[in-house]
């Protein structure tokens, strides 16, 4: 019990530090904080886990690798793959929330983090960019193609099904339908204003201006601008890394490069409050 709310206090303490990290110092975490951070969570598991020792570690692991490919690939920072590592550390199993005390089916507490996070950025994002956007470009045309009214409509067909299946079986169906409406709504200002938001969210910058982990905005680019890149640059992708960096140094075109995010670790933080308060939503909808 009281390894419970040490853990906990541990958690939320260190989940805002990541917040200011990357609110208060350009986004940047630092490599001796990670690391840290990783290190207490492996310890505070070994050490209060008990029986749950070998899951809390197997859950680690298989963070660890999911984490490794999105941060190849250029859809998550590093800071961002050791803060989830060290929150599956700290609370390997979901407890019972502490407002709305249902069974949580022993589901992974990252797993909760993360849906809840996607939720957030969900909701927030697009409405913040598109108007960022916006004010950013003016009376110029976004530099993105318009999305194809089959890629809407489809997108609305998806909602329209979630909906009658939350209908049919769910047992609490106006949470569930308020769910997927503020999934949905958001969803459909991304299709609408894509270039907007996208617009809103880069900053066009000379290759010796990237830092490694910068996350390149490829879609922002024509395809012709990218396959000269990766004819250019082995390697030329989302991610900016530290090799790559050094031979463009001297390239003289700007690049599109995602400067402007919203820090994920804000919605992780709140992810994280909001899963410890009332589990994993999607639960919310079956009990």
Avoid: C
Wanted: hydrophobic letters at 55%; aromatic letters at 12%; a positive charge.
């Amino acid at each position: 019990m009281y390894a419970q709310l040490l853990g906990t206090v541990i958690l939320v303490a260190v989940t805002l530090a990541y917040a200011m990290f990357d609110i208060f110092n350009n986004r940047n975490v630092p490599n001796a904080f990670a690391y840290a951070t990783v290190l207490l969570g492996v310890a505070f598991t070994v050490l209060f886990t008990g029986q749950d020792m070998w899951a809390s570690l197997a859950i680690a692991a298989i963070i660890t690798a999911i984490g490794y490919v999105t941060y190849k690939i250029g859809f998550l920072g590093a800071g961002d793959v050791f803060e989830f590592l060290f929150i599956s550390l700290m609370l390997p199993i979901q407890p019972t929330p502490l407002f709305i005390p249902l069974p949580q089916l022993g589901f992974p507490f990252i797993l909760s983090v993360f849906i809840t996070t996607g939720y957030a950025a969900m909701l927030i994002t697009p409405m913040y960019y598109a108007l960022k956007g916006m004010r950013k470009l003016g009376n110029k045309a976004p530099n993105m193609k318009s999305t194809h009214p089959l890629t809407m409509l489809a997108m609305l067909v998806s909602y329209a099904l979630l909906m009658v299946f939350i209908v049919t079986i769910a047992p609490f169906k106006e949470f569930g339908i308020l769910l997927i409406l503020f999934a949905a709504i958001p969803s459909v200002i991304v299709l609408l204003y894509e270039g907007y938001i996208y617009e809103g969210m880069t900053l066009r910058v000379r290759p010796r201006e990237l830092e490694e982990g910068d996350i390149i905005a490829t879609n922002m680019m024509s395809r012709a601008e990218v396959e000269k890149f990766k004819r250019k640059y082995r390697g030329f992708g989302r991610l900016a890394g530290k090799s790559l960096i050094a031979r463009m140094r001297k390239e003289r075109a700007r690049i599109p490069v995602y400067k402007n995010a919203i820090p994920l670790a804000i919605f992780t933080l709140i992810a994280v409050l909001v899963s410890l308060a009332i589990g994993n939503i999607i639960l919310l909808v079956f009990y």
